[in-house]
């Protein structure tokens, strides 16, 4: 194969002995205790995983203290997960509990595999984004610290919860396909600096650059800036990213909504896509704790409701919406309703809506 710049490197070159050698022959897998795995080839070579949580944003010195342990005890081999759990692959059995020593002295969890929650797949935040309406690492650390059995195994569920947050409506962190899933809601227009805006803007890009067309050149011809029609805006913060003279952003109009029901996996059932379960709950940091006690109800509700192997979002298919908001003594606000006028007194929207 032809050496080149372009474009990433090819994993093949990078992979374990073992597992290269055995590549697409393997014959099963079987989750041995919380983090590890042992996968089986049809030749009979085995290989252990062991999985641990990580933060997503990290230094130098902890991704040299991961790299040390792979060196000691993979052959130099470890991975993350698209979910960023660092996962260190070896063929010797003997290795699997130094390596879960090694991760716990760093003061990493052992787990995320089997029946339980594995690390949030997330966003930037307050730390990085220039359009959030909530923190990412901070909302992950406080819902984690609540949930944290689930990961370890000291808890378990009816089958593998997937969590997912955005901390804005652009969905940077694909929570349109996870069974749960935080995020962030701008409930204001954005702000305009008249002053700044001429300076640091142009005029007609910012106003293209808006999907409802709600912004629209100031009607004073001595102005020379926009306004923003509010009936029309949807909060995107989309100018902002245009224009930094219009800052979304607000304190106390910002806030999170809580989505539910999406998987990717294609198993029994298609993949589908997540829906609004509370449009809103106000940003309340350090711990956002409103926001992590009814996550911990709605999980605590599908341990003990959903059959086992069944998926948080066909768990409430078969059971019905209006039986999941009683069993998680959720409010159901109006703008859940697809047609509130024909919806009348009931839940119900659809023809398609179940009953439970």
């Not at 009979?44 to 949580?53: F, L, M, W």
């Not at 003061?107 to 029946?115: A, C, F, I, K, S």
């Not at 996550?295 to 086992?308: F, H, M, S, T």
């Not at 006028?341 to 179940?354: C, G, H, I, N, Y």
């Amino acid at each position: 194969m032809a050496e080149t710049d372009i474009g990433p490197p090819d994993f093949r070159t990078m992979l374990p002995e073992v597992i290269a050698k055995n590549y697409g022959q393997w014959k099963y897998h079987e989750n041995i205790k919380p983090g590890v795995y042992k996968h089986v080839a049809e030749g009979g070579d085995e290989v252990y995983t062991v999985r641990c949580g990580s933060p997503k944003l990290v230094c130098t010195d902890f991704i040299r203290d991961l790299c040390d342990i792979a060196d000691k005890y993979c052959d130099g081999h470890m991975r993350f997960t698209s979910r960023y759990n660092p996962e260190f692959l070896t063929p010797k059995k003997e290795n699997v509990e130094p390596i879960v020593a090694a991760v716990t002295k760093l003061g990493l969890p052992v787990g995320g595999t089997g029946r339980g929650i594995s690390n949030v797949i997330h966003t930037q935040g307050w730390i990085h984004c220039h359009t959030p309406a909530t923190d990412a690492s901070g909302v992950v650390k406080a819902i984690m610290d609540e949930l944290y059995p689930y990961f370890v195994g000291e808890k378990t569920l009816p089958h593998k919860l997937r969590l997912s947050l955005a901390c804005c409506l652009n969905m940077c962190g694909a929570i349109h396909a996870s069974d749960l899933a935080v995020v962030g809601i701008h409930t204001r227009i954005p702000g305009i600096d008249h002053e700044k805006l001429h300076a640091q803007c142009e005029i007609p890009t910012t106003a293209q650059g808006c999907p409802t067309k709600a912004i629209r050149k100031h009607p004073d011809p001595n102005v020379k800036s926009v306004v923003v029609a509010e009936d029309k805006c949807m909060y995107c913060g989309n100018c902002y990213t245009i224009c930094p003279a219009m800052p979304i952003a607000n304190p106390e109009g910002d806030g999170v909504a809580i989505f539910a029901g999406g998987k990717v996996s294609n198993a029994r059932k298609p993949p589908r896509l997540s829906r609004v379960i509370i449009p809103f709950i106000p940003n309340n940091p350090p711990r956002w704790p409103e926001l992590v006690a009814v996550l911990k109800q709605i999980v605590e509700v599908y341990g003990k409701n959903a059959r086992p192997l069944e998926r948080f979002g066909e768990w409430v298919e078969r059971v019905g919406w209006e039986k999941f908001y009683k069993l998680a003594e959720l409010p159901f606000p109006v703008q859940l309703i697809d047609d509130f006028e024909l919806a009348r007194d009931t839940l119900r929207s659809t023809t398609q809506f179940k009953w439970s």
